[in-house]
C-alpha cells in the first residue's frame, strides 16, 4: 500500500526555517495514516482488552495505573480518529453514533482510571465490549459467521505472548 506520508516534506520546510514557507502553503488537515485495520489491530484491540481484562490484570502501583490511564484514553480518542471524514465507512450519521459509544465508554474508563476505581472499571465492561460490537455487527458484513477470521487480529499482530481468543480468555469483540 502506497503511504503518503509527508515527512521528507516536513523536513525540508524545517531546515529551511522560515516561517513564511508554513504560511503559504495550504493549512494542514487531518490526515489518516494507519488504515482502519491497522486502527483496530494496533490501537483499539490493545487499549480495550486492558479494560476488559482489568481484573485479571489489576494495577498494582502508580506506574500500572498510569499504564492503564493511557489505554483508557487512546480508548477514547480512537473514537475521534475513526470520525475524521475520510475514514467513515458506510452512512455517516449511523458512523458517528457508533463511535460515539467508543468514545462514550472510553471515556468513562478515563475517567475511572483517573480515579483509581476498579470496580468502576469493572462495571464498565459491558459497555465497552458493546462499543465494539454495535459497530461491527453493521460494518463488517461476515461478523459472526465467521467469527475466528472476524474477530481475532492475525496472531502476528497480537503482543509476544498473547494469543488470539481460541486461547480462552480473549473475548475479541
Ligand atoms: C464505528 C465503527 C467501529 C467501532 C466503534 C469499532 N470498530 Fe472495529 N472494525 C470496524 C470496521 C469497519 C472494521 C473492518 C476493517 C477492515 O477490515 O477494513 C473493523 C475491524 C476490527 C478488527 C479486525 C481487524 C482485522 O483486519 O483483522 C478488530 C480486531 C476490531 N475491529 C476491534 C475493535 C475493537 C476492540 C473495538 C472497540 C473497542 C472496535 N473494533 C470498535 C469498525 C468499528
Redesign the pocket.
Known amino acids: 500500500m502506497a503511504r503518503k506520508i509527508a515527512v521528507a516534506g516536513a523536513l525540508v520546510a524545517g531546515l529551511a526555517g522560515s516561517a513564511s514557507a508554513w504560511d503559504d502553503g495550504p493549512v494542514p488537515e487531518p490526515e489518516p495514516i494507519g488504515?482502519?485495520?491497522e486502527l483496530?489491530?494496533k490501537l483499539?484491540?490493545p487499549?480495550?482488552d486492558a479494560i476488559l481484562y482489568v481484573e485479571s490484570r489489576a494495577p498494582t502501583n502508580e506506574v500500572e495505573w498510569n499504564e492503564l490511564q493511557a489505554q483508557a484514553l487512546l480508548?477514547a480518542e480512537s473514537?475521534n480518529l475513526?470520525m475524521m471524514p475520510s475514514r467513515v465507512?458506510g452512512d455517516r450519521d449511523e458512523?458517528m453514533r457508533?463511535?460515539r459509544?467508543?468514545f462514550d465508554a472510553g471515556a468513562a474508563a478515563y475517567e475511572a482510571a483517573l480515579e483509581q476505581d476498579l470496580d468502576a472499571l469493572i462495571a464498565l465492561n459491558e459497555q465497552?465490549y458493546m462499543?465494539?460490537v454495535?459497530?461491527?455487527r453493521r460494518?463488517?458484513p461476515d461478523y459472526g459467521k465467521n467469527y475466528k477470521r472476524?474477530?481475532?487480529?492475525?496472531a502476528e499482530a497480537l503482543p509476544p505472548g498473547e494469543e488470539a481468543s481460541s486461547a480462552g480468555e480473549h473475548r475479541?469483540?
Not at 472476524?150 to 492475525?154: A, E, K, Y
Open positions: 488504515t482502519m485495520s483496530m489491530i483499539m484491540y487499549a480495550s480508548l473514537a475513526i465507512v458512523w457508533d463511535a459509544l467508543m465497552v462499543s465494539c454495535v459497530c461491527h460494518t463488517r472476524f474477530d481475532d487480529p492475525p475479541a469483540p
